[in-house]
């Protein structure tokens, strides 16, 4: 077995390992119930790995001598985990699969995070109400809530750290067809780059549905960009000359370019983090009384962005 299908055999082992002490219930998405599936339908059956095969590759990616492509993303799961966690965690396997969850536990997280559930309140909106006030100190016009000759600014009161892939709840869209927030750790998975995204390797949508991730849609497997080429020392966008030996020319009457779909994920979204962004749970500076339109349970969670792309421009 190669390097990198060990990788992937024992991916979802070390996601949530704050949890690992209580159960291993976070590595059943991938892996199964009782360990007996290859994870992603690639990797080897955990449950046919020795615990000494377990524990010796769990200790290899905390001191960095084990592991292929996804290496730093496992590092970085497993460095909070003493010997004896791991030794738990692969004797748990080896017992039997996932230990069923506490009763305690047994109040599953919703799942999606209303991001807005508390800056609309209307007490505060009320007290947040500069335009009604007589008189309004210089304390409350900043985002910082303090003099603007003081440099003794607290940092943000938030919670920053987030649980691993595969153990998050989703944060709802702010708005119909937002590119939706990051909610769990990116921990070992940034910077992103030509020969390295590990965020295909749970999102792409052969992958998706089984480890339970936001699948990547279809608009971003689509090419809107309109063919340009340079022929005889002319610029020609969609077969029309606009120029380039003289002055440029009207482009405006060029027909929108068809889209071109692929099978496989369009270069010009292949930077995941671009457009999305860790989320933290923060208390908001200010109030905020936006709403969006059509921001309905479904398009909390999905988008319908492929259909929308040309409205308005037809």
Known sequence: MTKVIKVMALSSLL?????????????????????????????????????EDIVKALKGYKDGSYGGAMKGMMKGQ??????????????SIKGGGAKAPAKAEAKSAPKVVDINAKVADKARLDKEDLGNKKVVDETVLGLRKTSLFNEDVKPVD????????????????????APPMIPHSTDGLLPITKDNN???????????KGVGATAIP??????????????????VKEGKTV???????????????KAKKSDKLYQGR?????????QADIKTAVGNTFKSDGLTDEFKTHSNLIDMMNDGVK
């Open 158 to 177: 938030g919670k920053f750290d987030r649980a691993a892939p595969g153990a998050s709840a989703r944060f709802e869209r702010a708005y119909v067809n």
């Open 218 to 235: 279809a608009s971003h497997f689509t090419n809107y960009r309109p063919t340009t080429v340079l022929k005889d020392g002319e610029l």
């Open 243 to 257: 120029g380039m030996k003289g002055e440029m020319g009207n482009v405006s009457d060029i027909v929108i370019a």
């Open 270 to 278: 292949f930077n995941c983090s671009q457009c999305h962004a860790p």
């Open 15 to 51: 996601a949530a390992s704050a949890l690992y002490g209580a159960s291993t219930s976070a590595c059943t998405g991938c892996h199964g119930q009782n360990f007996e599936k290859p994870a992603l339908g690639k990797s080897k059956v955990v449950k046919d790995m020795s615990k």
């Open 198 to 208: 590990q965020c295909l390797g749970c999102h792409m949508p052969e992958a998706a």
């Open 78 to 91: 497993v460095a909070s985990l003493s010997d004896a966690d791991i030794d738990a965690i692969a004797g």
